[in-house]
Structure formats: C-alpha cells, structure tokens
C-alpha cells in the first residue's frame, strides 16, 4: 500500500486483507465493489441494525438472481458473497453513512451494470438498501452512491500482477483512516462477512501475497 501521513486503524486494514482473502478462496475471480450508503434525514442514526439488514438482503437477492438465472442456463454459477463496511461520521458528527467493500464470483457478475438500468447487480444494490431502510427504490434510490471506478476484478493466481488488485488495496487503505471514524461501546464502527474465530483460523491472509 502507498504510504501516507493519515492514521489508519490496522486491525480493520488485517481484517479488510483477512476477507478479501477468504473470497478469493472460495471464488478464485472475484468482482469487488466498493459503494456508499447514505441515510434518509428522517432516518435515526441510531439504527444499529440497518447494515445488517443491507447485507442480509444482498445474499437472499443475489441467492434468488442465481437461481433464476439456472432455469435458464443451467451452468450458470453460483456466487456467495462476502462483505466489510465501515460507519463514517461528518466532521460535526451528526451525519452518518457507510462505506462497503462487496465481493461476489466474478463468473456470475463481473460489472455492477448501468446505475440507473433495473435487472443487473447495481440494481439489487440499490433494492437491498432500500428495504433495509423501508422506503421505496424510487424515491430513494440516489442514496446509493457508486464512486468512481467502484469495480476490481482480483484473480488469485495471478494478485501480485494485476492493476486491480493494488488499486483495490489502496481502496481498503483509504476506508481504514481513523479520521472520520466514531469508535464507541455502543456502536460498531466496522463488520463483515466472517467471524473472528474463521479470520483468526489457518486460513487467514493464505492468497495474500507478503
């Protein structure tokens, strides 16, 4: 990773590294996202639980997408999917949003589509976070922001040689900074798709290359 005078949190950076690996073990091409995820102002910031809604949703969407795809083609692939997020804060405080790092199996998707076309994966996205807050897709679609160049495709032969894969590790850089974060008791600031006691088992960090 570049180095930078900006403190970073290193046990969210060995997370972020700890699951990217974990996908690439189970999907060795792997399509990763990197979103936003906004608030409605009338939503309470102080729903802990809507991150888990979010994700929750992806998987029983992208579950779902799977499985209509193989009544068409039967040798469509399936993709499990793997997740980290982390809570931001404006500089006041009082307003919060979420940054997510989302892999899935670069063979069932390998681009999030047109971000305004409904069917593709953009479209789950934007359906997941909307049921997650309860409010309708229309109205409230925009509070899904795709940031520029949000897609890396990551192979796990060949890590150390592709673009993608340092541009995805400066991205995971950038979302472990400390400055925008609220650490609390009360309130995780980070999560994702494994347990503490798989990242700490044999298998963590084994396709990232050191």
Known sequence: MKASTTSHNNHYLNRFEQVIS?????????????????????????????????????????????????????????????????????????????????????????TLGNYIAEGNLADLIVQAWCSALGVDKEKYRSLV???????????????????????????????AKDRTKQYSNQARSFGCSVNCGVLMGKQTNKHIPT
């Open 145 to 175: 922001y795709f940031p520029k160049n949000p897609c890396y495709h990551i192979n796990r032969n060949a890590l150390t040689k592709t673009h993608d894969y340092q541009a995805l590790l400066d991205r995971i850089n950038y979302m």
């Open 22 to 110: 974990l996908a690439l073990a189970k999907h060795p091409r792997t399509l990763a996202a990197r979103i936003d995820l906004h608030l409605p102002n009338e939503a309470s910031r102080n729903d802990k639980n809507v991150i888990s809604r979010f994700t929750d949703a992806v998987k029983a969407k992208v579950k779902a997408d799977r499985k209509r795809s193989k009544k068409t083609n039967p040798k469509a692939h399936d993709s499990e999917v793997h997740y980290t997020w982390v809570k931001e804060s404006n500089q006041i405080g009082n307003k919060v949003h979420y940054h997510v790092l989302l892999m899935f199996n670069k063979d069932a998707y390998w």
